[in-house]
């Protein structure tokens, strides 16, 4: 499957759950920022009032920013120091933590096909996140809905044969894919720059001023890992606040909150696709090992210059199969740790190889 017209554009999404005692707490409470802790990087903050006194609070990372010194754990939570932030977690209690990769780059990031023989794609992993709205709950039900409407009438009319051209039509032809069309201009401004992409997330909102914003000539972006600069660039180094453990938390505290077990002693489930010393030499001579610093999951640990995987802390975010810094190094995701290709066949365990976006 191939892409439309541009590279998907990803962010990184780092959440927590609190249980809070702030006295401002109101049920349907939104805050969205953008700047802060970031600066000119691309990306923003969220905190969201559920029932019950719980709240969830989080900070989305775009995965194009350059520095390789960037540590994205460390600037979410410096992003919870901010006083807009903190009131609501005064004498509260962190419950949960995760982190998920999220597909941003709207309809010019779509595949050109949406299912194939034996293969459907459904749900945000195939794009349909709507980036302006920073919603795609609805968008995922609707793509699934549709399939399997689609699957079920074909089985009917025994059209199995046909159903990835009935479903690549109507997904074409779908309300979901016309509202990513309808703001398909936007994604790009951030390619331009991410204060550029401020404005328009307001303008976007204005049917006359989308129109203008879509009829911009189109920006193509390049995948996340080719923005990474080299180490050599950055000489001075972000300094982080230390945690207090009230507000900000050291990342094997949050591991435990995770709610992700693994076998401490199981096979690592993820692999190096190219050479792994070739890989090792690039990823310390030239961006400094960035990789321990973009995981939130602190996988990955440079030993005398050579690569340890820590698997069991690994909570599944995907970050690693975009951002490495070069295209012979992307991880393989292995399921349970099986890369065996002499067992046979019917016994091997499922396999997961994560796709590249070219």
Known sequence: MTLQKNPQMFSLGLKEVWKVACPEYKPGYVIHTAGFPLGTSFGGGFLYCGANNYASVGLIVGLNYKDPYKNLYEE???????????????KGQCVCYGARVLEEGGYHSLFARHSAPGVIM????????NFHKIKGVHTAIRSGKLAAENIFQAMQKNELNKLSAIHNAAVD????VRELRDIRGYPGTFFVHPYLGYAASFLASFKPTRNMINALPFKKSCPCWMNTRPAAYYKKKPVYPSHDNVYSFDIDKSLGLSGVHHEYDQPSHLKIRGEVKDYEQMSVELYDKPEERFCPGKVFEFVNGELKFNAQNCIHCKTCTIKVCFEDGKMRVVAHGEDRVDMPRGQRRSQLVCLDYK
């Not at 939570?77 to 977690?89: E, G």
């Not at 459904?122 to 996140?129: N, P, T």
């Not at 032809?173 to 979901?176: D, E």
Request: glycine share 12%.
């Open 76 to 90: 979410f939570q410096r992003f919870k120091s901010h006083p807009k932030v903190r009131k609501f977690l005064e």
């Open 122 to 129: 459904v749900g945000s992993g195939a794009g349909y996140l």
């Open 173 to 176: 032809k779908s309300a979901f």
